[in-house]
């Protein structure tokens, strides 16, 4: 249970130390050695360039030594007044003249587009009188589409009365069809009961005229 308790405390202040971890730079000094102890008498394991980025491990202020790990994962020992905790001047007069250069160029992009901006603005004010007198130009001719227009309309309306009567004369006209037919059905069918009729009357005709006759002949006997 105590060595658990052993790993545990040693994974955390692993933990901590790696949470807690200071980044520091090689000063403006070109060249620095990193050694594997405190002190000049311990071997120069690498050496490390001005402005090199390291990771503080450990002090040991009593000799003036800093334990530090490289990018590539190297751990050693450098004098403690070889390392600062900015990036080295040069480094940062780099930078600002990398971002001074971006600046210059951001600004002529910027002088370009007003430039730009400018030419526009010209030639939509130009194109805002066209427009003006186009409108102008389209007003008179709406004046006199819309009086043409009154014409059309009173034309559209008489149309449209005419379309109404018609409809009603269609409807008037399919209710005399219809009426035409019935008549015509009606007629048919007087026909037909007519000529069922005489031949009805055919029939019986011929049925009673041999008795008659037979009678009459009975009669002269």
Do not use: C, H
């Amino acid at each position: 249970m105590k060595r658990v308790v052993s790993v545990l405390l040693s994974g955390l202040i692993l933990f901590a130390a790696t949470v807690q971890a200071e980044t520091i730079y090689v000063s403006d000094r070109l060249e620095a050695s990193l050694r594997r102890g405190a002190g000049l008498e311990f071997k120069v394991i690498k050496m490390v360039r001005s402005g090199d980025r390291l990771e503080v491990l450990e002090r040991d202020r009593a000799k003036g030594y800093t334990k530090v790990r490289a990018s590539n994962g190297t751990e050693g020992w450098i004098l403690t007044r070889y390392l600062m905790n900015e990036t080295a001047a040069r480094d940062r007069l780099a930078a600002t003249v990398e971002e001074n250069t971006q600046l210059r160029s951001t600004i002529e992009e910027l002088q370009n587009k007003i430039a730009e901006l400018e030419e526009t603005s010209t030639s939509q004010a130009a194109q805002i009188d066209t427009l003006q007198t186009d409108k102008a130009t389209l007003d008179e001719e709406l004046t006199g589409i819309r009086e043409a227009t009154a014409d059309v309309m009173a034309i559209k309306r008489q149309n449209q009365t005419l379309a109404s009567q018609l409809e009603v004369l269609n409807q008037e006209k399919e209710e005399l069809m219809k009426e035409n037919r019935i008549y015509q059905d009606n007629t048919r069918q007087d026909w037909f009961i007519r000529g069922a009729a005489v031949v009805i009357a055919g029939i019986l005709i011929g049925l009673i005229l041999p008795k008659l006759r037979r009678r009459q002949r009975w009669g002269d006997l």
